[in-house]
């Protein structure tokens, strides 16, 4: 077999995906915390040209509010601190600072993300919420003739900036790409959220000081720690079709609307405008399991008959949240319920749907460690729950030998025990 060198296969992929027509054909860049590495020096010269306005601000506050213009980014501190500030002055001192700080200096990696990008002959551009004067002269400084300067969008494009979609739709309109065919490149959760708004696929790159789920909470579809980290993969994300759009729903009609079925017939418009008159969905409130350990390290199970497949088997609590519950409130209750035992630390340990195409309903799956037994049970009459302690060991054996059917269950307790493996 012939050994081809990274190149060649990067460039053969790039050819044949492009031969496919599946290829994105842009890239948009956030700024700063993606294309300069700025946002230390923001921080300070934020903190500080604050703190002589007599604020003081916490360098999170900067990192999450990351992507506002400075004029909307015054205007929130004077709302959250009920100060009339005069923005221009308080944005000039910043800047200032920001200079005598030494500026911004290029993102370690980016040079090659752009370069992979050019190989692969999608086109690089960028959409930030500063406002700087000469921010073509700085970018092409770093980055001679990778960024396409004449499509950029900056604060002065839009109205209304990130979190808003308004400035990534303002740059697929000005390059003419389909949403689907762009990917966007950003580093905090409101340009995130804005990219995720514009239908965009959108790749964050954690180069700040904040945890990773606050990036995929905003909307991340895939996140990378670093520029550097990303160069070898980006081509990867390139060669795929266009990001899928989402259905309109033209009519919707109930064939059942019953306590425990609800479905749903939806007239539904695809993208590219074809029709389906009948998409079916079944409604369910949404629900909660909790998996529960005693302060002894059991893990407190259930059985029961389930009459879909006829079986008694060993389930862990679950039920559904009801109205004016939150999901936390409604696991407690269930778990009291159910098995008598309530107390110890409680965590959400997922967010998860038994299928998505066809149920609209979310299932909570909490842990409580260090429960205690309180009371007997209180079920309702279709329950005949029997409650049994299970080691770890003997419930990481149920799980293998395939003993568990409800899936919604079985996944976070493989989860709970990817996260804490057994020692033994
Ligand atoms: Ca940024």
Request: proline share 4%.
């Amino acid at each position: 077999m012939v050994q081809h060198s990274g190149n060649v296969m990067l460039n053969f992929f790039c050819i044949f995906a492009y031969m496919q027509g599946n290829l994105k054909q842009l890239v948009m860049f956030d700024m700063d915390g993606v294309l300069l590495d700025s946002m230390p020096k923001h921080s300070i010269a934020w903190t500080q040209a604050l703190k002589e306005q007599g604020i003081d601000i916490e360098p999170d506050f900067i990192y999450l509010n990351e992507g506002r213009t400075g004029k909307d980014l015054i205007e929130l501190i004077g709302k959250h601190t009920d100060r009339n500030l005069d923005w221009t002055s308080v944005y000039q001192r910043k800047t200032e600072i920001f200079k005598q700080l030494g500026g911004a200096c290029p993102m370690a990696g980016t040079l090659d993300v752009l370069k992979e990008i050019r190989k692969c002959g999608a086109r690089s551009t960028v959409v930030t919420g500063s406002g700087h004067s000469n921010l073509k002269e700085i970018l092409e400084g770093f980055y001679p003739s990778l960024l396409d300067h004449e499509n950029m969008v900056t604060a002065y494009d839009t109205e209304r900036g990130k979190p808003y979609p308004d400035p990534y739709l303002e740059g697929l309109r000005k390059t003419g790409t389909p949403a689907g065919k762009a990917i966007v490149i950003e580093n905090a959760p409101l340009g995130i959220q804005a990219a995720h708004g514009a239908g965009c696929f959108v790749i964050a790159v954690n180069t700040g000081i904040l945890p990773d789920s606050v990036l995929w909470n905003a909307g991340a579809d895939i996140v990378f720690h670093s520029m550097a980290e990303l160069a070898p993969a980006i081509h990867r994300f390139l060669q795929t079709g266009s990001e899928p759009g989402l259905w309109k729903t033209k009519s919707s009609g109930y064939l059942i609307k019953r306590p425990w079925l609800t479905a749903r017939k939806d007239h539904v418009v695809l993208p590219d405008g074809h029709e389906n008159p009948e998409h079916w969905v079944i409604e369910y409130s949404d629900w909660v399991n909790v998996i529960a350990i005693t302060t002894d390290g059991e893990f407190v199970f259930e059985r029961q008959y389930r009459h879909g497949l006829g079986i008694v088997e060993y389930e862990i609590c679950a039920g559904v949240i009801e109205e004016g519950e939150t999901p936390i409130e409604a696991a407690k209750r269930e778990l009291l319920e159910e098995t008598g035992y309530c107390g110890g630390e409680w965590s959400l340990e997922m967010v998860t749907c038994q299928n998505p195409s066809v149920c609209s309903n979310l299932t909570y799956c909490f842990i409580a460690r260090g429960v205690e037994f309180a009371s007997g049970q209180n079920l309702d009459y279709t329950e005949d729950i029997s409650v049994h302690l299970l080691s770890a060991k003997e419930v990481h054996s149920l799980l293998k030998a395939d003993k568990l059917k409800q899936a919604l269950m079985t996944a976070p307790l493989w989860k709970y025990f990817a996260e804490n493996p057994l020692t033994e």
